[in-house]
């Protein structure tokens, strides 16, 4: 490959509120910059997860270089970097962000801007991103593009009076947007003579070629051979083949230099080693210091998950490790359970992280999981003067021996159209938030300001906040800190013997509540069994509240007739088919499902 | 209990009545004259060019159902019996009988079933309430039942079942209770009681209208309360208990229902109707069409018993019957000892109280047999699901 102008490179990446059109505007670049005809196109090409593309989001942050022929008659390279668009990968964002030179800003035009779309800009401006606007979804009967430009005027301050107007969907005005990219966005600098300096905004496991790290050079060259070394974490590898990205292929280089968006691999074993936002540099010739940024990534979400098949035990190991390969922020460590035998105390970045751990568990390993309730790290202060980190409430001390603990609180930014301003108050009221302020955007919509105990976000928040705004709230969070607050841990009994796998911290004056629903909802899920079944929920050993299953009396076939033999012997199996999917806790079965259903609490949904 | 071989049933399936009732799920609806003949006649087909399959063997029972096999022309009972007489073994003293409907029978075709063969009758009562029976969609009403009654002892019938349902939809104890003390109250009292709950079966009105919320089903205290008081009223008044809903006199159990418990061989004719022959069970497809165009062509869902099967259906069937499972006939047929297979499991469900041991060993008595005791009997599906591995 001939040396390529610096000033004919553009990288960039293209930031939105999730459903207003990221993906289908990534799409039509890559088509309509001819690397690849219609017909090659699957649609959606950068998500190639197939979870991905089923829930429409982008989970890993991937990359797709194209060439683009522009009006001056000039031949660009177009480095698209798309990023991850959920709170959950919000540091993962920030390093692809760091790896571009400016950002398409994608707003529907009936919509405007939510939550996510200024958190999103925010970040961008912090990088110092050149960003310019366009508008999506121009064609919709509701859009009313004056309307948005304005309010992206007013509230974010960018220029929007030339934003394209487009529909990516139906492929209008996308040469405008492919003409704003060369002008608007800056060409890289840096120079290739400067010692290594490259970013890696991603990594990927391949079985073959080890890791393959995603990075933008921003100085100096590397190329097959380099002696290479991450200085955060140390490692350090021989470059064995450089390349960068076709769309869903990669294609090796010879070399990849300053302003450049490439991968690089170098037989490494394992994603830990190349960490987002790690700085790779050349080991015999290194760089002064690290590009700024980096931050060790930790897990905010925890649960307990268990194969439903004790047995399965080692495949759920495997496969955890398997995912850990091209996860660096899955934390797992194995614990034991009472109820639910061996299994994993298992660490996400968020709720969505841990689904999509969970799906992918089930789909691609064929595993059938228990999963424990969610729950965050907490810090429990002993009397002793030792801190610890709670991740299990099973590990609780002893309450004599807890001088207080706190919990994570996230400030929340929540965006609202004006009638759902009181149901959304109340929500945050019930969840414990606490009103920082409010600000009108327009006319008839907010931003709401509160901070928000985690623990009470993690798991039916962002239903909840869909659910009484009727679709119309979007929600943006990002840690705080940490705050003392009076928590206890609820405990269920059933059948008198407490099951480890059902407590949960909870702040004091929620407990009696979300024990009673917690004692209703197992009643309903526990089947009738020969004897009478008290559920209890306890805090420091107190009842606070009880429902009795009753005993089963009457369980016959009473009509059965020669046909129907072999309908009843199917009758007969599926009852025993349903035995298998219990736990066995004393002499009491308990349905796997009844471990989730802690979480489905909210009854109001 | 035997363990007998080379017998075997015959079920003949006339899936023919006035009127579907609302809960029923059997395969059966009302037909014109010129349906009913065609599957009439298909059927005696059936009958003739089956028999060399099954030469060989005695039949010991013949049972007629449906449907309401007395909603069709008498002189087709005749016929069909006529045809089993010609092509099979009908053993002397066979137990031969009909399902009848009060509404669908005349001293005249009672003499006609009579003279046929038949020797037992079933008949349909369901409940001795007329307000029960208009909500169950039946066609009759007490004063028909009486009618049918007495035709049928006038005819000469000595062995007559009569089917009753319990926990009805707003069906109280007492009026269950009513219903039966009306039956045993007969002269002669009737041979044979069928009791059982009504069960609301997908895809029949009950159902339906049980989804609307348009009937609310008998509670579970009182269709406990009327199904207990059923057991102890009956057995008061002289009838045994002797499978999980039938109660007989003496000498009286249905010898053809017991056979499907202990798993003797049966042959169903007609559409829907399912066989058990030398451990491969199969049954007939229930369309009506390709029936009549080729009885012999619609055998289906085949299914060739492995030894656990066998085994399963052994224990499931056999505990049905208040006797039990013979531990004998277990090892005989299996040449395997019960508790060798089954050990954890009845020691677990004898431990509950479920299960039971009774009778004695050899050479005193016949050997063990392995029963349900009262609770076990309520609870029959949780003990019956414990011996499908």
Redesign the interface.
Known sequence: MPSIDQSRIRNFCIIAHIDHGKSTLADRIIEQTGLLTSREMQAQVLDNMDLERERGITIKAQAVRTVYRARDGQEYIFNLIDTPGHVDFNYEVSRSLAACDGAILVVDAAQGIEAQTLANVYLALEHDLEVFPVINKIDLPSAQPQRVIEEIEDVIGLEAQDAPLISAKNGINIDQVLECIVKKIPAPSGSPDNPLQALIFDSLYDSYKGVIVFCRIMEGTVRKGTQIRMMATGAKAEVVEVGYFGAGQFIPCQELSAGMVGYLTASIKNVKDTAVGDTVTDDRRPCEKPLPGYKKVNSMVFCGMYPADGAKYPDLRDALEKLQLNDASLRYEPETSVALGFGFRCGFLGLLHLEIIQERLEREYGLDLVTTAPGVIYKVHRTSGEVMDLTNPSNLPDPTEIACMEEPIVSAQIMVTSEFIGPIMELCQERRGRYLGMEYIEENRALLRYELPLNEIIYDFFDALKSRSRGYASFDYDLKGYEESRLVKLDILINHEEVDALSFIVHADSAYDRGRRMCEKLKDEIPRH?FEIPIQAAVNGKIIARETVKA???????????????R??K???K??EG?KRMRQIGSVEVPQKAFMSVLKLDDRK | MDCEEKLMEI?LHIPFCVRKCLYCDFLSGPADKKTQEAYLGALLGELSGRSGEYAGRKVCSVFI?GGTPSAVDAVWIRRLMEAVRAFYALQEGAEVTLEVNPGTVTGESLALYAGAGINRLSIGLQSAWDSELALLGRIHDRARFEETYRLAREAGFSNINVDLMSALPGQSPESWRGTLRYVTGLTPPPEHISA??L?LEEGTPFYEMYRRGELEPAD?DT??EM?EFTGAYLEAQGYRRYE??NYAREGFCCRH?V??WIRRD?A?FGI???S?ISNV?F?NGRDLEAYCRDPLGVRE?V?RLSQKDQR??FM??GL?LTEGVSERCFAAQFGRELEAVYGDVIEKFVG?G?LEWSGEEPPGGGGRFLRLTARG??????V???F?R
């Open positions: 020969l089963m009396r009457k369980d016959v076939l009473a009509k059965c007739y020669g046909g129907d033999i072999t009843k012997k009758l007969l199996e009852q025993k035995k | 079920y159902g059982y709950s069960i579970e269709d406990r199904y999980i809903s229902n056979g499907y049966y169903g829907g109707a399912a058990l069970r049954s869902q299914q399963e259906e499931f069937l049905r509950e479920l009997l309520d609870l029959s599906n949780y019956m699901a414990g499908l």
